[in-house]
């Protein structure tokens, strides 16, 4: 089993960090038995935090250097099979490279925590952030959840491993982790005690599940059409229970470490009585915040909606938050090529939330940021100016507008 070195995290503190430096301290906290690590920008400054954290003799774990991304999430994914809490993680292309075993993860009902540092997918190469690559198990069976802040890095990190071995659930949680923006840049953040985490963070059992000689089950059975549907559904009853496990957990974790939001899934900001209100994943909150607080001085009725979980979708909370508006700007860092209206995933998920309401705000979808091109507050404003158009004329002249992109 791992271990944490005695002494170093036995009070709280503060510490200057990146959000990649965040998750590897957390790796220490939580006590992680199996870290798997192959090179690949901007994931990678996660694993050479924690081999540091290794190497000066602060954690102890089974820290491998895989030959592929491939093979990272094969050995967690056995590693857990046998009652190890287990850390890996990629950006871009390698999470497709390992993506067999990821897809199998989710199948078998592993609960593999992984950091996923997005960055847009190859070819043409670029290391600025996209989040079509983590958005690609959204159909899997893997909790999907998007960071904003470091202080969030650790705290979700934390989080993750509560809720993905909760015997409840046992599914694979994906962490989203903003290439550079996130993953590189410093901030200050609270670090907590080893006490304190001990007493959020159980140790993770599988119970009758767990592969031992003493245990002889079957794992990964050919079943074909005899039992296959029989398997997909109970995979879809433990996301179905995970929405309550992570409030429960989540409540816990604001009385043991005093910080959280209200609600675990979205965060609103100035929404109360906004007339227009702007959503968005991860890091775009920074800027938008600024632009909204600024039209707010100026008298605008603009507020921002963060959707922290991809999956699963708050599809109620967000809901409530949105049918009060009369207009929603959808901010996409992905696309969905060919997909209606020729739009981002954000929006397509939000639109079909939204469809069931009776009376619909006007939906607008905005592609920016690709590639880790800057989402400034002049952007913003923009997005907010064609959404005010669109509600004065009641018309939408076009659904999908990609955002600052040259002629």
Known sequence: MATVQSGLYQEAKEELISGSEAVGIACALADVDVITAYPIRPYDTVMQYVSRLKADGAFDCDFIV??????QFEIVKHASAVGARTF????????????????????????????????ALDDPGA????HNDAMAVRDLGWHLYWVATAQEALDMALMAWRVAEDPRVLLPFALSCDGSFLTHSQAI????????????????????LQLHPNNPITIAPQVN??????????TDEAMRRTSAVIIEAYDEFKEIFGRGDPSPFIEEYMCEDAEIILVGMGTLAMPTRVAVRRMREAGKKVGFLRIKFFRPFATEEIQNALRGAKGVAVIDRDYSYGSPQYGGVLFHELRSALYPLEERPL????????GGREVKVTDVND??????????????????????VRE
């Open 127 to 130: 290391f600025g952030v996209e």
């Open 66 to 71: 895989a030959e592929s991304e491939h093979s």
């Open 383 to 404: 997005m907010v100016d064609t959404t005010q158009k669109a509600i004065d004329t009641g018309k939408i002249e076009q659904t999908t507008t990609w955002v600052s």
């Open 189 to 208: 953040v609270q670090v907590p005690s080893q006490d304190q985490v001990k007493k959020f963070l159980p140790p993770y059992t599988r119970g009758e």
């Open 225 to 234: 059409e005899d039992w296959l549907m029989e398997i997909r559904r109970q």
């Open 363 to 370: 939906m607008l979808n905005f592609i920016a940021g690709l």
């Open 88 to 119: 890996s993680g990629s950006s871009g292309v390698g999470w497709f490279y390992a993506f067999e075993a990821i897809t199998v993860t989710a199948g078998l009902r592993m609960p593999v925590v992984a950091m996923v540092g997005n960055r």
